[in-house]
Every structure is written in C-alpha cells, then in structure tokens.
C-alpha cells in the first residue's frame, strides 16, 4: 500500500523559510512527476512545483525565485524548500506523485502558516 507523508509545515514569519518534506512508503510503479500542490481557505487546490523523473522542474509564478522543488535519487522523497515566505503563502500544502499511467497519489497535507 502506497502512502505519502509529508512534514515541514508550521508557522513562520514573513520572510521566514520551510522545508518541507514528503515520504513515500511503498512502491510505485512508472512515477512521471513529483509535485507539491497547495490550497488556501476557501480556494481550490493549486499547482506550487513539480519535478519530473529526470529532474525537469516547473514552478507557479507566485513562487519562482522563493521556492524549490528537489527529490530523492530513488524517488522515495520529495522536498520543497520555501524563502521569503509571504502572508499569501498561507495554505495546507500536498505532495503528489503522478504515474505513468496518469494515476495520482496525495499525501494528507501539511498547514503552513505565515504571518505579517
């Protein structure tokens, strides 16, 4: 059984930094994409970053610059390191992991909070 765990998340200032961290227990067959995804109250779920298997990255633009997206050499973890955080930031975050085959796995998400 495939579970994702993600950790790093809590409260920080403005400016402040994270690490965020994702876990992968169990295997997967044929990852295309690791990513993290995040969604504010009241909004829907958005793409922050994504790394594909051979190390390709893509960020949102609200974030180019702060944040970055790195794996694992086995591809059992995925890491999102955040700076200069902001205020609009705000959001539970997800780890996702795309297959092959378009099957999408998301861990249970973890609360950043970043205050003024």
């Known amino acids: 059984q495939v579970q994702l765990v993600e950790s790093g998340g809590g409260l920080v200032q403005a400016g402040g930094s994270l690490r965020l961290s994702c876990a992968i227990y169990g295997s997967i067959f044929s990852v295309n994409v690791m990513g993290w995804y995040r969604q504010a109250p009241g909004k829907q779920r958005v793409l922050v970053a994504t790394?594909?298997?051979?190390?390709?990255?893509n960020y949102a633009d609200s974030v180019k610059g702060r944040f970055t997206i790195s794996s694992s050499n086995a591809k059992t973890a995925v890491y999102l390191q955040m700076n200069s955080l902001k205020p609009e930031d705000t959001a539970i975050y997800y780890c996702?992991?795309?297959?092959?085959?378009?099957?999408?796995?998301w861990g249970q998400g973890t609360q950043v909070t970043v205050s003024s």
């Open positions: 996702n992991v795309l297959t092959m085959s378009d099957y999408d796995y």
């Open positions: 790394i594909t298997t051979s190390g390709y990255t």
